[in-house]
């Protein structure tokens, strides 16, 4: 089913305008849910790809291996030389850590390898940032990218893509940018639906407010297809919403998602009036040094399922040429 799609989305389904051009593109986070499609892509299209990845014995079909970490970019980061594009999609992916691990892990690690890039005069760099530098604490409605950032992001995880999205357009004048927010990430190999899926198995996936509120998602595959389109297309410094240009409510999405699954759909109901404050509550005991791990909930995660987000993705179709050719039936199709 994967090849087919990938198949499919390499016809003329997305214009990518400069794809007959190979070149030589270096990927961190290649061995992530995304990444590795991102790779698949790549690898597809004809282009020459080096992935950065941790420790040794790991392959990437079709790319070269560089073995590396984000947190040490100067050990490898000779092996930029003759790159005409980076995409950086590595980094941690999580809804509570420290604010020490986010900035060592997302903030630290974009400034260094943008530094690598420049110095080895890569052409493009084009960040996987992600909706979450605009979660404030309030529903977000027809939002465009000319809409500004909040001076306070609901989460860490939030605030460090801002800042790394922001160092990445302070060096516009030395290297082109390109930033890609994507909201809301399924499909296969998805270890975030494989929880939502064993959640609901042992009952344990209430709706929130009924599950009543709008919602962005999109397909792993049309992520890595803007990005790849990326690679070519887009205004130097413009950053571009990604989704499925398919807003619905959450209960709509899950019921579709666990069906697919045969999971079942939960069955009750929590309001977030009295979920706002038990997370908050949750936050401020689990950020001290008594309770190790993570809160049982976030505010983040309350305000994911209970305030509504719908975005614009006009620019991101006139100016990468994307299109989302994954639908969302044929993602649940393709997860049977």
Partial sequence: MEARLLD????????????????????????????????????NAGHEVLALVRGSGRTVEGATVVIGDLTEVGRWAGCLAGVEVVIHAGGLVAEWASWSEYDASIVTPTRDLLAAAETHQVRRFVLISS?????????????????????HQSSRYGRAKLQAEQIVRA?????ESI???????????????ADLVCRAMAGRLPLIDHGTAVFEHVHVDNVAAAVVAALTEGTPGATYF???GEPMPHREFLSGLLEAMNAPMPRRSLPSRILFPFA??????????????????TVFEVEFLALSRRFDISKARHE???????????GLTELR
């Fill in 171 to 175: 060096r516009q004048n030395s290297i």
């Fill in 320 to 330: 990468l040429g994307y299109r989302p050719i994954v639908t969302f039936a044929d």
């Fill in 179 to 193: 930033v890609l927010r994507p909201t809301f990430i399924w499909g296969p190999g998805s270890t975030t639906v």
């Fill in 8 to 43: 499919n989305l390499d016809n003329d389904d997305l214009d990518n305008g400069g794809q007959e051009e190979i070149m030589k593109v270096f990927v961190t986070g290649a061995t992530g849910f995304l990444g590795r499609r991102i790779v698949a892509r790549l690898v």
């Fill in 242 to 244: 990604i989704t499925n």
């Fill in 131 to 151: 909706e979450s530098v605009m979660q404030d604490g309030k529903p977000l409605l027809d939002v465009t990218e000319a809409d500004s950032e909040p001076s």
């Fill in 280 to 297: 908050r509550i949750c936050e401020a005991l689990w950020s001290g040094p008594l309770l190790p791990g993570r809160p049982p909930i």
